[in-house]
């Protein structure tokens, strides 16, 4: 009976002093983690496809475009690509026409007239992407099968050669009336061995013209042209070369290719007759490698294909460039003129010098209006 009591009154006093013990504290629950902004996502950079009808290495047109390029590229951050079709002139439409059916690009790029008819039916058929254009341009129109979407998605840059190569005929012409340059003996004609007979490059010869006169020198008299013509017009040198001895051999004391890689021909020609010559689209006094060759080159008219296509870059980011129309740049916006060089300083005197940025003021503001072979 006693054990009984003493155990009921043990088992109470457990119970008060348990009730009475301080409390464990409990776990602290998991609370959720509090949701993490989500970063910004990067901008995806902008993919630009240059598709070219030949082959980089002319040092002059298409390593210009090629250059734009580059430029686009290491300013911009834009993934860039090149396509080199050759110049086999079958490869050309099915090459821009895989090269647009292909899921890589922004912005696709192609240049010159041959060029034109191709971009015509293919940049419509592309809607969402965007196309440019260099030196000519689709058919805005959509006449004879030219563009069905009146080419919206197409912006084209056409540059005013007539006025670069009219500074180059003004320098040309006062250099070749004072006679000062050395070992010409008197002679006053110059050659201009043009690619095609096709507008964008009569372009140039009647700019040249223009300015030639103004030194009172005739130039219908003392211009020689001729082209190089046949199957590849633009890549062949040999045939540049072999017109070039023959303007020489006319009394030509400086000779001009327009011709893209023909034109590197002249260059030979000049070395061999120990006479001058004019580079064109590019410095080329800085592209060409061989010294002899460079030495004959007095200067170049610059046909900015590099700046204009980084330009169109820059206003495309702004939301700013024109699609729908071409656009037509010239001396007032910088994208053709004559390179000033080593040689440059060299073989054209101060006052020659000059005048020749006096009619680079003149045609920027307009004073001077320089006539095309475009209507």
């Known amino acids: 009976m006693m054990n009984r009591k003493v155990f009921a009154l043990t088992a109470v006093v457990g119970l008060l002093?348990?009730?009475?013990?301080?409390?464990?504290?409990?776990?602290?629950?998991?609370?959720?983690?509090?949701?993490?902004?989500?970063?910004?996502?990067?901008?995806?950079?902008?993919?630009?496809?240059?598709?070219?009808?030949?082959?980089?290495?002319?040092?002059?047109?298409?390593?210009?475009?090629?250059?734009?390029?580059?430029?686009?590229?290491?300013?911009?951050?834009?993934?860039?690509?090149?396509?080199?079709?050759?110049?086999?002139?079958?490869?050309?439409?099915?090459?821009?026409?895989?090269?647009a059916a292909a899921d890589d690009y922004d912005i696709l790029i192609a240049g010159t007239f041959d060029m034109s008819a191709y971009m015509s039916r293919i940049a419509p058929q592309h809607p969402n992407k965007k196309f440019w254009m260099f030196d000519a341009g689709p058919d805005y129109e959509g006449k004879e099968g030219g563009c069905?979407?009146?080419?919206?998605?197409?912006?084209?840059?056409?540059?005013?050669?007539?006025?670069?190569?009219?500074?180059?005929?003004?320098l040309v012409g006062e250099l070749l009336k004072a006679g000062s340059l050395p070992g010409v003996e008197g002679r006053t004609k110059v050659g201009i061995v043009g690619g095609l007979d096709i507008p964008v490059i009569n372009d140039f010869i009647v700019g040249f013209k223009q300015g030639f006169a103004e030194s009172g020198l005739d130039p219908e008299e003392n211009v020689l042209v001729q082209y190089v013509g046949g199957d590849s017009p633009f890549n062949n040198p040999a045939k540049g070369k072999e017109i070039a001895n023959a303007m020489y051999d006319q009394g030509a004391a400086i000779v001009w290719g327009v011709a893209?890689?023909?034109?590197?021909?002249?260059?030979?020609?000049?070395?061999?007759?120990?006479?001058?010559?004019?580079?064109?689209?590019?410095?080329?006094?800085?592209?060409?490698?061989?010294?002899?060759?460079?030495?004959?080159?007095?200067?170049?008219?610059?046909?900015?294909?590099?700046?204009?296509?980084?330009?169109?870059?820059?206003?495309?980011?702004?939301?700013?460039?024109?699609?729908?129309?071409?656009?037509?740049?010239?001396?007032?916006?910088?994208?053709?003129?004559?390179?000033?060089?080593?040689?440059?300083?060299?073989?054209?005197?101060?006052?020659?010098?000059?005048?020749?940025?006096?009619?680079?003021?003149?045609?920027?503001?307009?004073?001077?209006?320089?006539?095309?072979?475009?209507?």
Do not use: H
């Open 148 to 170: 069905s979407n009146k080419c919206e998605n197409v912006y084209t840059v056409l540059f005013r050669q007539n006025e670069g190569s009219y500074l180059l005929g003004v």
């Open 17 to 99: 002093l348990a009730a009475c013990a301080p409390a464990t504290p409990a776990a602290p629950a998991q609370q959720p983690a509090a949701p993490q902004a989500e970063a910004p996502a990067a901008s995806p950079k902008k993919r630009v496809k240059l598709v070219i009808n030949g082959t980089l290495g002319d040092k002059s047109f298409f390593d210009s475009a090629q250059r734009g390029m580059d430029m686009i590229k290491n300013e911009l951050g834009y993934e860039v690509r090149t396509i080199e079709l050759g110049y086999d002139r079958n490869k050309w439409e099915p090459g821009l026409e895989d090269a």
């Open 260 to 375: 893209g890689n023909s034109g590197n021909g002249v260059f030979e020609a000049a070395v061999e007759k120990k006479l001058y010559a004019l580079g064109v689209d590019s410095d080329q006094y800085q592209t060409i490698a061989d010294p002899a060759q460079k030495a004959t080159i007095i200067t170049s008219m610059l046909k900015n294909v590099d700046k204009g296509l980084l330009r169109a870059a820059k206003l495309d980011a702004e939301g700013k460039l024109g699609y729908g129309a071409p656009e037509s740049v010239g001396v007032a916006a910088d994208a053709v003129g004559i390179a000033d060089n080593e040689n440059y300083q060299k073989f054209v005197p101060k006052e020659i010098q000059e005048k020749v940025k006096a009619a680079y003021e003149r045609v920027a503001k307009g004073e001077v209006v320089v006539a095309s072979a475009f209507k």
